[in-house]
């Protein structure tokens, strides 16, 4: 397995580890900020296994902006935070079991995800993008006419690039993101759509000099928010007003700076 799959990977087999992890762990039933000072400890999960978004440190732990941004929470409850690496298939359970009193993780704000917990106002956000080759021009969306485009298929760059109705676009769908980017690399189509920090890390730790991410075509932006229970309104609210003045503050934007080099993308954050 090469070193893309492995990149894009990671996230599945730290998440199963997760899931192992989290299965041992306390019950996490705090629900309000005095509860979860009264007991002096919260568990967060967190999105694990997405670099640049996060890293293992020299003693095993998992250490980046997700993990970084919890740790900040818990210090500002003044309690001690219980780390719980999940994945995208096991966030949600782990949540609603009770096993994290919260989730920081990579989540969009969805009206189906909001019928099932409460989302905070967004802490982040991610620009997807094409990659090609630097040759090749694409700062606008005639220059994809003909061309071929990988996307990992029934993802939501396969749902953009496939309503773009650009003459001749040809949409390549592959099972992963991993293999779709490998398609790039290998020569089978003309561009990608991907995770901008992301396929910018995998240039730059393959050595793929040949290619970039595209500055001037972005797809979409989409945000992050936390997630707690539907009955934790107070945490709720109180999360919504650490997000706000964590951002107003610059906290936000230097935490995401110290582990991907960029501002939070999509400019001020959106609050519903």
Same mark, same amino acid.
């Given at each position: 397995?090469?070193?893309i799959?492995r990149?894009?990977?990671?996230?599945?087999?730290?998440?199963?580890?997760?899931?192992?992890?989290a299965?041992?762990?306390?019950?996490?039933?705090?629900?309000?900020?005095?509860?979860i000072?009264?007991?002096?400890r919260?568990?967060?999960?967190?999105?694990?296994?997405?670099?640049?978004?996060?890293?293992?440190?020299?003693?095993g732990?998992?250490?980046?902006?997700?993990?970084?941004?919890?740790?900040?929470?818990?210090?500002?409850?003044?309690?001690?935070?219980?780390?719980?690496?999940?994945?995208? @298939?096991?966030?949600?359970? %782990? =949540?609603? *079991? !009770?096993? /994290? $009193?919260m989730?920081i &993780?990579?989540?969009?704000?969805?009206?189906?995800?909001?019928?099932?917990?409460?989302?905070?106002?967004?802490?982040g956000?991610?620009?997807?993008?094409?990659?090609?080759?630097?040759?090749m021009?694409?700062?606008?969306?005639?220059?994809?006419?003909?061309?071929?485009?990988?996307?990992?298929?029934?993802?939501?760059?396969?749902?953009?690039?496939?309503?773009?109705?650009?003459?001749?676009?040809?949409?390549?769908?592959?099972e992963d993101? @991993?293999?779709?980017?490998? %398609? =790039?690399? *290998? !020569?089978? /189509? $003309?561009?990608?759509? &991907?995770?901008?920090a992301?396929?910018?890390?995998?240039?730059?730790?393959?050595?793929?000099n040949?290619?970039?991410?595209k500055?001037n075509?972005?797809?979409?932006?989409?945000?992050?928010s936390?997630?707690?229970?539907?009955d934790?309104?107070a945490?709720?609210?109180?999360?919504?007003?650490?997000?706000?003045?964590?951002e107003?503050?610059?906290?936000?934007?230097?935490?995401?700076?110290?582990?991907?080099?960029?501002p939070?993308?999509?400019?001020?954050?959106?609050?519903?």
């Open positions: 397995m090469n070193l799959h990149l894009f990977r990671a996230a599945t087999v730290l998440g199963l580890l997760a899931a192992t992890t299965g041992t762990a306390a019950i996490a039933s705090a629900q309000t900020p005095d509860d000072t009264a007991k002096g919260i568990a967060i999960g967190v999105l694990t296994g997405i670099p640049p978004y996060d890293t293992v440190d020299e003693k732990n998992t250490a980046g902006f997700l993990v970084d941004l919890a740790q900040e929470v818990a210090k500002n409850l003044g309690v001690k935070v219980e780390i719980v690496p999940v994945n995208n @298939a096991s966030r949600a359970a %782990a =949540l609603e *079991s !009770g096993r /994290v $009193d989730l &993780a990579m989540m969009t704000a969805t009206p189906e995800r909001a019928r099932t917990f409460m989302m905070t106002n967004p802490y956000a991610y620009e997807m993008r094409f990659i090609a080759a630097k040759s021009p694409l700062s606008k969306l005639d220059e994809l006419t003909n061309k071929r485009v990988s996307v990992p298929k029934g993802s939501t760059q396969d749902v953009a690039v496939s309503a773009l109705g650009v003459k001749g676009l040809q949409v390549l769908r592959f993101d @991993a293999l779709a980017f490998q %398609a =790039l690399v *290998s !020569g089978q /189509v $003309d561009a990608t759509a &991907a995770v901008a992301v396929a910018n890390d995998i240039i730059k730790k393959q050595n793929l040949t290619l970039e991410v500055p075509l972005p797809l979409f932006t989409l945000y992050w936390m997630a707690v229970r539907k934790a309104f945490l709720h609210q109180w999360l919504n007003n650490f997000i706000y003045y964590y107003v503050t610059g906290q936000l934007d230097a935490l995401h700076k110290k582990w991907i080099g960029i939070i993308p999509g400019g001020k954050l959106p609050t519903f």
